[in-house]
């Protein structure tokens, strides 16, 4: 039996499928070995949700949702507002089914609405290791630019 799948974004920290995404958030981050508590993840994907720079969705299959992708945008004098995807997962009985690809699309097809020429992803050692992340993304058509991504911690 084939599911039904939909793309739906979410539109506030009010929305019945915001705790959905916390909990696809949580499993994500936990999968892959982040240390980032429930708590805080809810705290800032409703900062996000508040944020009309951010966009965050769904994708719902058999009537729950089943995966999750989040988008932020910044303004740089080079380019103009660039979107970033910053999370992107998919349940493991899910995968495989178009459902990571057509949240991509959606993310794309949002950053375009609000200007954006290009789209980014960070890809860590460890997503490149376990998923081969950059054939993923190359297969929807993201190139490497070349550039390395440093982080400064700005708090003690």
């Known amino acids: 039996m084939t599911s039904r799948i939909s793309i739906r974004p979410i539109a506030s920290a009010a929305d019945p499928v915001r705790d959905a995404a ?3 958030l949580a499993r994500f981050f936990q999968e892959e070995g982040f240390s980032t508590p429930r708590r805080r993840i809810g705290e ?6 508040a944020d009309d720079t951010c966009w965050v969705a769904t994708a719902v299959a058999d009537d729950r949702p089943v995966g999750v992708v989040t988008v932020t945008t910044m303004l740089y004098v080079e380019w103009g507002r660039l979107a970033e995807i910053g999370d992107l997962y998919v349940l493991r009985e899910y995968r495989g ?3 990571a690809r057509g949240l991509v699309a959606a993310a794309a097809g949002w950053s375009r609405e609000r200007g954006c020429p290009n789209a980014f992803v960070t890809i860590t050692p460890d997503g490149e290791a376990r998923h081969q ?3 993923f993304y190359q297969r929807l ?10 982080t400064m911690a700005l708090s003690g």
Not at 44 to 49: A, G, I, K, Q, Y
Not at 141 to 150: E, I, V
């Open 22 to 24: 916390v909990d696809l």
């Open 44 to 49: 800032n994907l409703d900062r996000m949700l």
């Open 97 to 99: 089914r178009g459902l």
């Open 133 to 135: 992340l950059s054939r």
């Open 141 to 150: 058509d993201f190139k490497s630019d070349g550039r390395t991504t440093m």
